[in-house]
């Protein structure tokens, strides 16, 4: 692995630790070198707070070593004034002489032009560096600012015989496939996307809260489909734990988001691209997942396969155009994850 390889792997290692707090920003690592040595990383604040650049900068205990240093950040430095100055700007001022960027942003405001900046300011850039990998780190904010969507996950737990739950039950409450340490993991997914989508049936089943209550993290803006409006307070999701929008034909409330549910999968899309929800998380039920699927309007699966056995029960989802990229195995309970193949 080249240098350049090796500094801008760490810089996507950062770029991690930020994730569940820097949306709808891109969760962007950086870090500065001097003579082969690591100087200076960052990563991207809370939404409102500095970027990966200005934390990478700060932390440099010796700024005049700046004048002779190279930065490595996984998105292009940002060009235009938002909730914080522009990062191209600092990086001008500083005399940050080398730059190493790994993927072009794609929002239209920066895209270029802050490597423009640097280079009008005789700063030698250079880019590509790990660049599928950069933009996978930051494929929540290629999706929605190329595809004009959120990042769409699905995620569910199916039986050993593939079926995701039972036909019938005596309580409104889940029937738990996967194990604790799985399920807690999904907690931490939640932390980490912008809003969590479920259909009715699955709150008529389940009576789900759809909170990172098993995970240290803010809980997602919690999204459900209920065409006739018939989902009332006494259920969990309509408590106060997170902002919560229903998706309907008959407006009750100010939360009530009506749809004419002609195109529903583009409407829901088309709503969280308005409201800059860069990414949803959908855990059920069967119709919803496979309405997604259908519309060829999702990005990821988490599947998790169990050892338990229903015998009968509803059917788990069919992916179609395909690829699992991992598997992991959390006690008895394999995680596979697919992603949609694109042309």
């Known amino acids: 692995m080249s240098v350049h390889k090796q500094y801008m792997q760490r810089a996507l290692q950062l770029a991690k ?27 991207t604040s809370a939404f409102g707070g500095s970027h990966s650049e200005v934390n990478a900068i700060n932390s440099v205990k010796n700024q005049a070593l700046l004048k002779e240093s190279t930065l490595y950040v ?33 929002f239209a405001k920066v895209s270029g032009k802050g490597i423009q900046i640097l280079k009008d300011n005789g700063i030698e850039v250079i880019t590509g560096v790990l660049e599928k990998e950069c933009q996978q780190s930051h494929k929540r904010f290629f999706t929605f600012h190329l595809k004009k969507r959120p990042y769409i996950i699905l995620k569910w737990a199916e039986s050993a015989d593939g079926f995701i739950a039972p036909i019938s039950k005596n309580e409104n409450k889940p029937v738990w496939l996967s194990n604790v340490y799985s399920r807690q993991l999904t907690h931490k997914w939640r932390s980490e996307e912008m809003a969590i989508l479920v259909g009715k049936q699955t709150i008529l089943d ?48 100010e939360k009530d988001v009506v749809i004419p549910f002609e195109n529903t999968v583009k409407e829901i899309c088309d709503f969280c691209f308005n409201q800059n929800i860069q990414s949803v998380i959908i855990e059920g039920g069967q119709k919803t997942f496979q309405s997604f699927i259908d519309a060829k309007q999702w990005d990821e699966a988490r599947v998790f396969k169990t050892t338990v056995i229903l015998n009968n029960g509803i059917t788990a989802p069919k992916l179609c155009n395909y690829q699992k990229t991992t598997s992991v195995f959390i006690e008895n309970d394999c995680l596979c994850v697919y992603r949609k193949k694109t042309k």
Request: glycine share 6%; charged share 25%.
């Open 17 to 43: 630790i930020g994730l569940a707090n820097a949306l709808p920003n891109p969760s962007v690592g950086a870090v500065i070198v001097y003579k082969d040595t690591i100087i200076g990383e960052g990563y």
């Open 74 to 106: 996984t998105l292009e430095p940002c060009s235009h004034f938002g909730k914080t100055p522009p990062c191209a700007n600092l990086i001008v001022e500083k005399k940050i002489p080398k730059v190493v960027i790994g993927c072009v942003d794609p």
């Open 206 to 253: 389940d009576n789900p809260s759809l909170t990172t209550r098993d995970w240290k993290g803010k809980n997602p803006v919690r999204l459900f489909i209920d065409a006739r409006n018939e989902i009332d307070n006494s259920f969990q999701i309509l408590n106060n734990e997170s902002e919560t929008y229903r998706f309907t034909k008959i407006k009750k409330s």
